[in-house]
């Protein structure tokens, strides 16, 4: 397998200083955001990597709208094997689900291309349901504006872009994907999933990835869809798709979003630079002229939080020397001792009161709902429940609470365990979830008091990051309530609440 990722160096031979390299990562972690994994590389040589523990570089991460880029790469392929254009007509391609669906297209929607959906300029007024019927929702939504004349975020237009890929292919998506691209450029099997919706289809924002398989992705568009004299997606497509399509200079918020959007990705504020993006700072930044990649995994604060990492990171790269810089020993064993140590800060811990046995049992739940799994965002339910796995059933009507003395034990439905330090350490773990092979854990216990325990739990396949406060409210009675921080500043978090009683 070829991989783009070549190597390791120091930031001196990438022509940055080390110490200039310490000061940003610092700067990101004094930042309101929490920085998951990060990886930055010049020309395919990685000059800094790290993962705040228990996160690591094995650990798919939710990427949210960063997997468009994905689905927008499998139409870069497409295009380049001849079985989709750009300028191919939206009402052609789907023309068979608009005479099932009843639709009778009016001159805008028959003046829709796929570069429309590319470019988020399809011309709606407003984004159609992103539910089961994705693709019903699209094909019969009014078409108000002239397709390409203004910009609109149009999530279900790039699962449109995807079900085009499957029908011109006759692939799944996925198995596409991976066959045409991943197989040529280093993202091995186990560093990317790809979840179905409840219909069978494969669509953003479906897609959990390493922080290496998304700065991989990123290399390959530096390379210009070339890898090792092979050509995967034309230059032209490349060029296209990485330039101004749209503006977006109406847009409210941060600063990053009104330079222009290109194919399924953002123009950058700094000059050159632009990046495949996903909520809460999940980012692959690129600089052709540069030749640098930095690739980010993080539970960010939306919207100015998650600006301050694109500040941080853009003037990281804008400030990198065309030339190797002299190697500094000592700047750099500082930057590697950092990188290396990063970790979550230990959680509080609490003294046991003499009773905590009380809270040992099997409860039923009699009312309200325990929703643990991981939520996203900004939406006002549960937005992953479209991804559940059939099979496991979300809705928890048993829990048991075990006690052992290094952790407290957390049984939900028989069948999903979760051990929750008392230490404070963040210990990883692996559960049954909602959403396999996205199973990864970690959680910390404490006793507020004689009849408050409270569970901090972390989806580490996420920024998802669930807090159980548990209430004894009588000898066989509990009350639950589960937060959820949706990162967004001035939003409160999700909150679901349950009642339960003890069967034995």
């Known amino acids: 397998m070829v991989d783009l990722i070549k190597g390791l160096t120091s930031p001196e031979a990438a022509g940055l200083k080390s110490q200039d390299v310490l000061d940003y990562v610092q700067a990101l972690d004094a930042s309101e955001n929490e920085i998951h994994g990060l990886v930055a590389a010049r020309a395919g040589q990685v000059f800094a990597e790290s993962y705040l523990s228990p996160y690591s570089a094995d650990l798919p991460h939710t990427c949210h709208s960063l997997g468009k880029s994905y689905t927008c790469t499998a139409m870069g392929i497409a295009c380049a094997e001849g079985l989709l254009s750009p300028e191919d007509w939206v009402t052609d391609v789907f023309a068979e689900e608009m005479a099932r669906f009843g639709v009778k297209p009016d001159a805008n929607m028959r003046a829709m291309k796929l570069r429309h959906l590319m470019s988020m300029s399809c011309g709606m007024e407003r984004m159609p349901a992103l539910n089961e019927h994705w693709m019903e929702n699209f ?140 909520g809460q700072g999940q980012f692959c930044i690129m600089d052709a002229k540069r030749d640098i990649a930095v690739a980010i995994h993080e539970g960010g604060i939306h919207p100015y939080g998650v600006q301050k990492v694109l500040d941080l990171t853009e003037a990281l790269i804008a400030g990198a020397s065309e030339t190797a810089l002299p190697e500094n020993p000592q700047a750099f064993a500082a930057l590697t001792a950092y990188l290396s140590q990063r970790s979550l800060p230990l959680a509080e811990v609490k003294p046991l009161p003499e009773n905590a046995s009380q809270f040992c049992g099997s409860y039923a739940i009699t009312g309200g709902v325990l929703n643990p799994w991981i939520e996203v965002a900004p939406v006002d339910a549960d937005f992953y429940h479209l991804f559940y796995e059939p099979s496991v059933r979300p809705e928890i009507i048993v829990m048991d609470i075990a006690l052992t003395p290094r952790d407290v034990v957390l049984t939900l439905n028989q069948d999903t365990v979760l051990h929750a330090r008392l230490d404070g350490q963040w210990e990883r773990g692996s559960a049954k979830t909602v959403l396999p092979p996205l199973d990864a854990y970690a959680a910390t216990a404490r006793f507020e008091d004689d009849h408050t325990l409270k569970i901090s739990l972390r989806w580490l396949n996420s920024w998802c990051c669930p807090e159980l406060t548990i209430r004894l409210t009588g000898e066989s009675d509990l009350d639950i309530r589960i937060e959820k921080d949706m990162l967004h500043q001035g939003c409160a978090p999700f909150t679901r609440e349950a009642t339960a009683r003890k069967i034995r």
């Open 139 to 278: 094909l019969k939504s009014p078409v108000q504006y002239q397709p390409g004349t203004r910009f609109l975020y149009n999530s279900v237009g790039s699962c449109m872009l995807g079900a085009a890929v499957e029908k011109a292919s006759g692939c799944d998506l996925d198995a596409y994907i991976r066959e045409k691209l991943f197989s040529k450029i280093g993202i091995a099997a186990d560093s990317f999933v790809w979840r179905r919706f409840g219909n069978g289809r494969r669509a953003e924002p479906g897609i959990s990835a390493t922080t290496r398989a998304n700065l991989r992705l990123g290399l390959f568009y530096l390379a210009q869809g070339m890898v090792e004299g092979e050509r995967i997606v034309q230059r032209e497509w490349m060029k296209e798709a990485t330039q101004k399509q749209i503006d977006t200079d109406r847009l409210p918020g941060e600063a990053d979003v009104s330079n222009g959007y290109g194919w399924q990705l953002w123009m950058c504020r700094e000059p050159g630079m632009v990046r495949f993006d996903g």
